[in-house]
């Protein structure tokens, strides 16, 4: 069975650094037709692609969040992890992460969002 | 970025209905375009990729159609669990989603 959980903390400071957890199971990170994406959604708004990796070390950013942002992969412990720097009140969200899936469909290849985990709250205040 | 716009950002329908949101890409995005359901509290589901391929357990009232700029979630016969807010997000370039669709009780 594939899951993913989110973990970090439930409250930061303006100007602090957060840093997220997503570990994973049922599937290798090292598998190259896997990815991880974190994507988060503040209270009653959509959802926003922060950024994904694959195992090739492949990294893609949103490109508003870009300066702000770094994801890495610890394969040994089926982690991926995201940092967000110089917090602030608008961050406040719900963190997913997600397992994009490569798949090739007519000779070229197609990203999805195919596994989600349950989310993570996040609050960034005083 | 690629904007993805969704219409209309909400309806109202009743069970049994024929279910039609639209998502447009601000440019050309091929049929790297995806749909999730989200329901309130929850993480969203994946319903359909590539424009038109249904995700492996997602029931078949769900289709999605279009190529290029313009695509198409219908939802054949509204069932009282497709009650939801509905996502398209493009994978062309770097990934965003729509602002949402929400569908509700009529």
């Known amino acids: 069975q594939v899951t993913l959980k989110e973990s970090g903390p439930v409250l930061v400071k303006p100007t602090e650094t957060l840093t997220l957890t997503c570990t994973v199971s049922?599937?290798?990170?090292?598998?190259?037709?896997?990815?991880v994406s974190w994507i988060r959604q503040p209270p009653g708004k959509a959802l926003e692609f922060l950024a994904h990796i694959f195992s090739n070390d492949e990294k893609s950013y949103s490109t508003s969040l870009k300066s702000r942002l770094t994801i890495s992969t610890d394969t040994s412990k089926s982690q991926v992890v995201l940092t967000m720097t110089n917090m602030d009140p608008v961050d406040t969200a719900t963190y997913y992460c997600?397992?994009?899936?490569?798949?090739?469909?007519?000779?070229?290849?197609?990203?999805?969002?195919?596994?989600w985990g349950n989310g993570t709250t996040v609050t960034v205040s005083s | 970025d690629i904007q993805m716009t969704q219409s209309p950002s909400s309806l109202s329908a009743s069970v049994g209905d024929r279910v039609t949101v639209t998502c447009r890409a601000s440019?050309?995005?091929?049929?790297?375009l995806n749909w999730y359901q989200q329901k309130p509290g929850k993480a969203p589901k994946l319903l359909i990729y590539a424009a038109s391929s249904l995700q492996s357990g997602v029931p078949s009232r769900f289709s999605g159609s279009g190529s290029g700029t313009d695509f198409t979630l219908t939802i054949s016969s509204l069932q009282p669990e497709d009650f939801a807010t509905y996502y398209c997000q493009q994978s062309y370039t770097t990934e965003t989603f729509g602002q949402g669709t929400k569908v509700e009780i009529k």
């Open positions: 440019q050309t995005i091929s049929s790297y």
């Open positions: 997600a397992r994009i899936w490569r798949a090739t469909i007519w000779g070229y290849y197609y990203y999805y969002m195919d596994v």
């Open positions: 049922g599937f290798s990170l090292s598998n190259a037709r896997v990815g």
